[in-house]
């Protein structure tokens, strides 16, 4: 019995988690692992999403609001139970190139269109191509942006005074930070150790402790209580208000839209593929499964609405992600207690952020930028194949000396040649032997056993596509003028593609002008409708179930009387 998978209707693929959950019924338990879980994400996002909005180039308010806006309409609508959406580091370079060329409303517009761009991907069903990436591109790109983001904090980290704007790109960058090196701040120096030991320690010896708001809190107490001469969030930036901004539309023109398509489709890309990978982490941490096409759409929906209010880019983000599941949350409501609770903090205790040393918050993302390296993931990409080390080495390199998003285009280019390759080279076409026929089991031809040079039976095993067509193809010309009758075993081909079809027709009808008729054997339904679909009828080839009955066909045809069981001349 064949059972048929039913592939799901429109309304249940964009259905949010949250009804299902819903749906399924939900009480005083589930809301208290999940309020408990939202506070717990909470205390781990404050600081964060203010040292990722200050790394970006923007207030560490407008991370707060990212936080607050998208992280709840990714919970509510999203297609994941335990997604968490917010500021994500792997924005941090994406971002302040932005800022730098267009401004912060360039960037809110830009946010917008990507909003735009993402929902769009989401309800055409195309939310599966982006897991197709490979995954020494994923490790290199995102050993890259850890490289990138922890160069970008060593000038709160060492409390540098430079002498104009600091660089983007990396080499300027580090040229500028060397040059100010005799400017190096003593006291932001042991902040941010004091941070990062703190981090560290906490996690270590107290797993289960919020260590990034401990560090956070302890070392603005201890720059407060020394008089420490460090700079603040309040010195740089006059503190945080103690309210969401109201609504507003960034001034849009047909010019600005234009100028900033290309960084609305890095933005949404990147994030595209960071909230998919996130929701894949928490499905393998839970045993559920995300609806990838439904968390485009609520991605795209909180990146429409997160510039309307001042924030930035919205993604799911890996770490509060596995932090929600760690934390016991039931489903989708854990994500929208955390965004209230930010909100909360943002009403009562803002003006408390003002204390928060900058070392404090450039320890804090050295810490995640460490944390991002996948270290022992790319030493083992590095030892696996030589082709994997290509990848993830050209991905690594163009992210930080180049564009993030040509890292992305070229890693997955050279991923896609390399698979390619490989399956071309997994292909192959001999010729079967009297033992395969008879149905034992396969074994390599013998040229010994071959007696019948009237009729060639050729099998052809592996994905037949357009790699593997030029192979094939040279395969089969190499045949000599002999046979009178040819035989395709076919049932070991998983995949065909048009090249394939089109190289078995050139075959075919080469064949015909010799009045040598050629039979299909063991083609699979699919594979068969392809053929069929390519030209590939009856009388110029001839279709037979198993190749067995294959070669007793081709042999009344060319009125052969032999009995040997298996034939082939030497290619």
């Known amino acids: 019995m064949v059972a ?12 949010p988690k949250l009804l299902v959950v819903l749906h399924e019924g939900y009480g005083w338990r589930a809301l208290r692992a999940d309020a408990l879980a939202g506070l717990t994400v909470a205390i781990v996002a404050i600081p964060l999403s203010m040292a990722i909005a200050i790394a970006s180039g923007v207030t560490p308010d407008r991370g707060l609001y990212t936080a607050i806006i998208g992280g709840f309409l990714v919970s509510a609508l999203g297609g994941s139970r335990f997604q968490i959406g917010g500021p994500a580091g792997a924005f941090i370079v994406l971002v302040a190139a932005t800022v730098a060329a267009h401004g912060v409303d360039g960037l809110l517009i830009a946010t917008l269109l990507s909003g735009l761009i993402l929902m769009a991907v989401g309800l055409l ?26 160069a970008s904090q060593l000038k709160d980290l060492l409390g540098l005074t430079l002498a104009g704007v600091e660089p983007g790109p990396l080499l300027p960058k580090l040229v500028a930070l060397a040059q100010a090196a005799p400017t190096i701040n003593p006291a932001s120096v042991a902040v941010a150790l004091l941070s990062i030991s703190l981090i560290v320690g906490v996690r270590r010896w107290r ?45 849009i023109s047909f010019d600005r839209v234009v100028a900033l398509l290309p960084a609305a489709v890095s933005f949404a890309l990147l994030g595209g593929i960071e ?57 989708p409501v854990a994500g929208m207690f955390h965004a209230l609770f930010l909100l909360l903090f943002l009403l009562v205790a803002a003006p408390l952020a003002a204390y928060i040393p900058l070392a404090a918050l450039a320890g ?20 696996a194949s030589r082709g994997d080390a290509v990848v993830l080495a050209v991905t690594f390199a163009l992210v930080i000396f180049r564009d993030l998003t040509e890292g992305i285009v070229v890693g997955f280019a050279l991923g896609a040649l390399l698979f390619l390759h490989r399956m071309a080279q997994a292909v192959e076409v001999d010729e079967a032997d009297r033992a395969e026929l008879a149905g034992a089991e396969r074994v390599p031809y013998d040229p010994t056993q071959a007696t019948d040079r009237d009729v060639v039976v050729y099998r052809i095993s592996g994905a037949f596509f357009f790699g593997a067509a030029a192979s094939v193809g040279a395969a089969l010309d190499r045949i000599g003028e002999q046979p009178k009758a040819f035989v395709l075993d076919m049932s070991d081909v998983p995949v065909l593609d ?33 053929l069929i679909a390519h030209g590939l009828r009856p009388p110029l080839v001839r279709y037979r179930t198993r190749p067995a009955d294959a070669l007793a066909a081709a042999r009344r045809a060319i009125g052969s009387d032999r009995l040997a069981g298996g034939a082939g001349a030497v290619a």
């Open 4 to 15: 048929h998978i039913r592939s799901p209707g429109f309304i249940e693929m964009f259905t």
């Open 125 to 150: 069903g195309l939310g599966t191509f982006i897991r197709y990436i490979p995954y020494p591109v994923t490790v290199g790109f995102t050993a890259g942006i850890a490289v990138i983001i922890f």
């Open 207 to 251: 797993p289960h402790w919020p260590n990034f708001l401990i560090a956070v809190v302890l070392a603005a107490i201890v720059a407060v209580v020394l008089h420490l001469p460090v700079e603040t969030i309040g010195s740089r930036f006059g503190g945080i208000p103690r309210a969401l901004p109201a609504p507003a539309l960034p001034a």
């Open 275 to 331: 909230s998919l990978l996130s929701a894949t982490v928490a499905d393998s941490m839970t045993g559920r499964r995300h609806r990838s096409n439904c968390e485009l759409v609520a991605q795209g929906v909180a990146n429409i609405a997160s510039p309307l209010f001042g924030g930035i880019c919205v993604t799911g983000t890996i770490a509060r992600t596995a932090t929600n599941v760690r934390a016991g949350a039931h489903g």
């Open 364 to 383: 804090l993302l050295a810490v995640v930028a460490w944390n991002m390296a996948e270290k022992h993931q790319i030493a083992t990409l590095l030892r």
């Open 498 to 530: 048009s090249t394939a079809a089109a190289t078995i027709e050139g075959f075919a009808r080469k064949a015909r002008r010799r009045a040598a008729p050629v039979y299909l054997a063991g083609a699979r339904p699919t594979i068969r409708r392809a």
